[in-house]
């Protein structure tokens, strides 16, 4: 049986822990232990969330010489999800059983009204003073995330993934 299975970003990096790589491999190697067992008996295909990731790499390169755009910064923390699932899962499986890491690209129409009115939440909280701040210096937009302030980004409606082929070969090759 295939079974698809989502971990939320927030999952792989907990509320209030520091955004450490340390604390990263800790969250991923506790989703590990309990999916490999599935992955034993079935075909996982995992996909994952990465607000935290991504926002604290956008911050990273706030303060840049040369900044990369939003969608570049996003391969790069899938990529590094990956990685961790990927090391993780093959440290609690056994040898030779395959695992591999895909990134990604997902179609948007580029009319979605998502990128007039950012919802998705990316990157460290903030109280209203530094996220104003943050706002007037950068150009970002924030929202609130309970009681304190998150960056938000456009989330715009998946229209197809790109690499939809390539999943299926990999899911037909085991």
Do not use: C
Not at 34 to 54: C, D, M, W
């Amino acid at each position: 049986m295939r079974i698809l299975i989502a971990l939320g970003g927030n999952a792989l990096l907990q509320r209030g822990q520091s955004l450490s790589a340390d604390n990263q491999r800790q969250n991923v190697a506790i989703a590990a232990e309990a999916l490999a067992p599935l992955a034993l008996k079935h075909q996982l295909v995992i996909t994952h969330g990465n607000g935290p990731q991504v926002g604290l790499l956008a911050l990273q390169n706030a303060s840049a010489e040369h900044r990369y755009p939003l969608d570049m910064l996003d391969a790069e923390t899938e990529g590094m999800i990956g990685y961790l699932i990927e090391q993780e899962l093959q440290n609690r499986l056994p040898s030779g059983q395959p695992v591999a890491t895909l990134l990604t690209q997902i179609e948007v129409d580029p009319k979605d009204p998502a990128f007039h009115h950012p919802t998705k939440p990316i990157g460290p909280v903030y109280n209203r003073t530094d996220a104003d701040q943050i706002a007037r210096d950068r150009g970002w937009r924030f929202a609130p995330d309970g009681s304190r302030y998150r960056r938000v980004v456009a989330s715009p409606r998946p229209q197809r993934i790109l690499e939809l082929a390539v999943i299926d070969l990999l899911m037909r090759q085991g």
